[in-house]
């Protein structure tokens, strides 16, 4: 029997919280009986101990923000500027993060305390410190220059591992990132499977929910790649989806208070018992099948093939697979479904795709690996899209060991990272930053009455795939390609990303092959998922966003992304 979340969260906090007031009461109480020989009655006692409570705590507090401050000194470094709140805890940022959720464009209140306190900042809710940056130098020495000072975090992992156990699968990244194939024939059924689900539903006057369509198709793909072609389809599905469901349960969980929620039951127990009814007798069958096989397996085994030849152990192999299904499956779909939605605002890039797709691969085919690296445009396309959409927009790492983040300028003193500070870094943000991406760009429509001819200060907001072609690669990216990290960076770079790339390549050629245009329908987006009408006078990509980004540890378009699309003529006999 598990113990309760809950009950563990209060377990832990104890020394820290009671112990401080505990030992001033007997200090104080031990003072006037033996100094002044005063002995206070229980009630007395009782409330003299509440009284020092509060007392001890803040003097503990004080006590470690001078400890911090006399660390920073020591290193001649700075603590990064404090959002300031009004309430105790932080309950007024916490409540101001809510509205953004509720009713705001994503990272819109981030937004605005960078432009008050700077692109690396500090944020302390629930007593816990937290450092916030979208500040490519600081976001480097998290993920790769500074990267033993940092862990996934504690809290994070604590949040995680009843979902992601403890898989550590790195030796088996060659795996995916061979461009295989057999994983071409994958996407190739399932591309073709969604497009005949897509022009059924079309023809029959019916807008379709593309970001639900592509899920189901990643999912298909996803599951294959790992279990094989036995793998029944259905429980497959049905895996995914209480994975998901776990997942959610996950990001809801915010720092280590999330246990106070879900204090006697862990939320995310029932999902996984589900999950293992399923994945059991799959993965003991792969090992008992694969025990002892020899080394070189064969060119189209199945990932969890693959893994079951190194162990076969049932716990690894399931949080191996797990992990991986978890990773590629919401991440592509999400990418595909923001790239088809800046497609429909974008006709003229539409249209400049399709000709390279048709005059690279032709119309009836699905492309080859030289194919794939042919279409610079397609790639820039993707790159666009995950820069404006990356598809995890908010990360953390926690600090284990005292550090600084470096100073930006010469003779800027850096900024001090105690042991044990979350470190959120916002990617969402840092490729928006019109500093790092250039005011330079031919369009600004994030402005009312901008035209062609206007200079466009906020050109880093539009999209605009050229810039990952022209000039502009080598006078931002090129110098610091920190700037641009939709896979993250470092040893725990995304290890799936050459599969990925090639995923979606494959099914945005065999999309563009069948269907020549796409709008949104937005009468067929439930209304509750319009952008708010207050959006018109916000900063940002706000005025002109056509949908709701949110995210849950990945981005996806809040009610689903509604959209028709035209059939291209002459396909197939269409
Ligand atoms: C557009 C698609 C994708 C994006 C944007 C993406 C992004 C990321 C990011 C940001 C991380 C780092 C998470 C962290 O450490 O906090 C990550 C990790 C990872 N990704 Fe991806 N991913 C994508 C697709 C895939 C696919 C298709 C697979 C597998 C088939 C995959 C497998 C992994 C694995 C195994 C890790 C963990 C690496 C480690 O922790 O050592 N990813 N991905
Ligand atoms: C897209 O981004 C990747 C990763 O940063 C980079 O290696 C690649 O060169 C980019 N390609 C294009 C065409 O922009």
Avoid at 475 to 500: D, S, W
Avoid at 544 to 555: A, D, G, M, Q
Wanted: proline share 6%.
């Amino acid at each position: 029997m598990a113990v309760p979340p809950g009950l563990m969260l209060v377990a832990k906090k104890l020394p820290t919280r009671v112990f401080p007031a505990a030992a001033a009461f007997i200090v104080f109480i031990s003072v006037l009986r033996l100094g002044f020989h005063i002995y206070p009655s229980y009630w007395a006692q009782a409330l003299l101990f509440l009284f020092l409570f509060p007392i001890s705590l803040t003097v503990y507090r004080y006590g470690q923000l001078w400890s911090v401050l006399h660390r920073a000194r020591a290193r001649g470094a700075v603590l990064p500027p404090n959002v300031p709140s009004e309430r105790l805890a932080g309950l007024d940022l916490i409540r101001k993060m809510k509205e953004n959720d509720a009713s705001g464009y994503f990272g819109e209140k981030m937004e605005k305390d960078t432009e008050l306190w700077g692109n690396t900042h500090g944020l302390e809710i629930m007593f816990l410190r937290r450092v916030v940056s979208n500040e490519p130098e600081h976001v480097k020495a998290i993920l790769a220059t500074d990267f033993t000072s940092f862990e996934k975090g504690k809290v994070f992992f604590e949040q995680q591992e009843t979902l992601l156990g403890t898989g550590v699968f790195n030796s088996d990244g060659e795996m995916w990132n061979k461009e295989r194939i057999s994983h071409f024939e994958i996407f190739n059924r399932h591309a073709e499977d969604m497009i005949i689900q897509a022009k059924e539903r079309l023809r029959d006057g019916y807008a379709i929910d593309f970001q639900d369509l592509v899920a189901r198709f990643t999912l298909d793909s996803a599951t294959e790649f790992l279990f094989g072609h036995d793998f029944k389809s259905l429980s497959a599905v049905l895996v995914g989806l209480r994975a998901g469901a776990g997942q959610v349960v996950a990001a809801r969980r915010a720092g280590e208070y999330w246990r106070l929620f879900e204090f006697w039951k862990n939320g995310i127990e029932d999902e996984m018992r589900v999950i293992d009814g399923f994945l059991r007798p799959i993965i003991m069958e792969a090992a008992q099948k694969n025990k002892g096989a020899d080394d070189k397996g064969r060119e189209d085994e199945s990932l969890l093939e693959h893994m079951a030849r190194l162990t076969q152990d049932y716990n690894v192999l399931k949080d191996e697979t797990l992990n991986i299904m978890l990773a590629g499956r919401d991440t592509t779909s999400s990418t595909l479904t923001f790239c088809l939605y800046m497609l429909s605002q974008h006709p003229n890039v539409m249209k400049r795709l399709r000709e390279e797709i048709l005059s690279v691969v032709g119309d009836n085919r699905g492309p080859s690996i030289e194919e794939l690296r042919e279409m610079k445009y397609l790639r820039a396309v993707i790159n666009e899209t995950l820069r404006l959409f990356p598809v995890v927009p908010l990360n953390s790492r926690t600090s284990v060991k005292d550090t600084v983040f470096p100073g930006l300028k010469p003779g800027q003193k850096p900024w001090f990272i105690p042991k044990g500070t979350l470190c959120v870094y916002s990617i969402w943000q840092m490729h928006r930053r019109t500093d790092l991406w250039g005011p330079d760009g031919a369009i600004s429509f994030c402005f009312p009455g901008a035209d062609a001819n206007d200079t466009a200060p906020h050109a880093a907001l539009d999209f605009d795939p050229d810039r990952f072609l022209d000039a502009r690669l080598k006078k931002y990216l090129t110098p610091n390609p920190f700037i641009f990290l939709p896979f993250n960076a470092g040893p725990r770079i995304c290890l799936g990303q050459q599969f990925a790339y090639n995923e979606l390549s494959f099914m945005l050629v065999r999309l563009l092959q069948a269907f020549s245009g796409v709008e949104l329908a937005p009468d067929a987006q439930p209304a509750w998922s319009h952008p708010p009408k207050e959006w018109k006078n916000k900063g940002g990509r706000a005025p002109v966003e056509k949908i709701w980004p949110r995210s849950h540890l990945t981005l996806y378009s809040k009610g689903g992304l509604w959209v028709r699309m035209t059939e291209a003529k002459d396909l197939n006999g269409a």
